[in-house]
């Protein structure tokens, strides 16, 4: 990784983007008739988040591994209503319209043309690597992602912070402490604690019966982590109550591993990329020629000029 001190890494949920691009982003082709609506998105996605931070390190984290193994085996519905196909003698392929799975390897080649920093690790998500530059980063960092699972990197003090594009790249909220403690009423360290308790659908986490939102923020107000609330419950002498006591108890097969698979990894070994953000394409025929076959030359010049600043 790059140690650039002149300004902030910007790391990009890559999926996370492309599929907001795509059902986001009307219909459009090439001139071969594929869409590219997907990749004309993400490209001006990018170009915007670029002139707007003007980050000194950009990182387009990719899912390797978008439902990892060692995951599965912890908590079997991990993602499970996304899988489409289910083989013992391939990964689980992951459910994606064929209008955009074509354009996520032209995706993929833009960004090289442009000598983008591209980072996946096999085994794991975009969210591990993610968490993994967060956590290992020695400059200011900004996140940018639609995923609510994220906010567990927030951090004031090194000043890391999620941009939340779940209404849009162009309607991002700056996820900062604050923000957290007065959406959720804890605090962005106790983030992945908070969502195993209440639960995410999306990703298959059943929670724990009966405990939402304002139960779980309670609980964590109350004890701290996820090892305090479990221990209360054990704990015929703790002051909590027999309600959540019984809730907590007869989720503890599904409290002992799930802290596991939500929080996201941060010691992956990164391999020290150039993290650098460009300031012109790295091969200008290349992203020409791109440009050209795709039909994408408005968002590939907005990209060059956003690069140039």
């Known amino acids: 990784m790059t140690d650039s001190q002149a300004g902030r890494l910007m790391l ?24 590219v609506n997907a990749v004309r998105g993400f490209l001006d996605f990018i170009s915007r988040l670029v002139t707007d931070y003007r ?18 085996d912890l908590l079997p519905s991990y993602k499970a209503h996304r899988v489409v196909a289910e083989r013992s003698d391939a990964p ?17 080649d833009v960004l090289e043309a442009f000598g983008l920093c591209v980072r996946g690790v096999d085994g794991y998500e975009a969210d591990d690597v993610i968490g993994s530059f967060a956590t290992q980063a020695t400059q200011p960092v900004d996140v940018v992602t639609g995923d609510r699972d994220l906010f567990q990197l927030v951090d004031d003090v090194r000043d890391v912070r999620v941009l939340y594009i779940a209404r849009g790249v162009g309607r991002h909220e700056r996820v900062t402490n604050d923000w957290v403690r007065e959406k959720y009423g804890i605090d962005a360290a106790q983030y992945a604690d908070f969502a195993t308790l209440r639960g995410d659908a999306s990703d298959g986490l059943p929670g724990v019966a009966g405990v939402g939102e304002k139960t779980a923020a309670t609980l964590l107000g109350r004890f701290g982590d996820m090892d305090g609330i479990v221990a209360a419950a054990l704990d015929p002498d703790s002051d909590l109550g027999p309600g959540p006591r019984g809730k907590i108890k007869a989720a503890a097969g ?27 394409p790295r091969d200008l025929a290349r992203v020409a020629e791109l440009g050209t076959t795709w039909g994408i030359e408005s968002p590939v010049q907005r990209l060059t000029e956003a690069l140039c600043g």
Do not use: H, K
Not at 13 to 30: H, K, L, N, Q
């Open 92 to 108: 689980d392929v992951e459910e994606v319209p064929d209008p955009l799975e074509v354009q996520v390897p032209i995706i993929r």
């Open 55 to 72: 980050p000194s390190d950009l990182v387009c984290c990719w899912d390797n591994d978008w439902r990892p193994q060692w995951r599965v």
């Open 254 to 280: 599904y409290l002992e591993v799930a802290p596991r698979v939500v929080a996201v990894a941060r010691e992956l070994d990164l391999d020290s990329p150039d993290t650098r953000l460009p300031r012109e």
């Open 12 to 35: 990009l949920d890559s999926a996370s983007m492309y599929f907001r691009a795509f059902f986001g982003v009307p219909e459009i082709a090439a001139p071969d008739g594929t869409p």
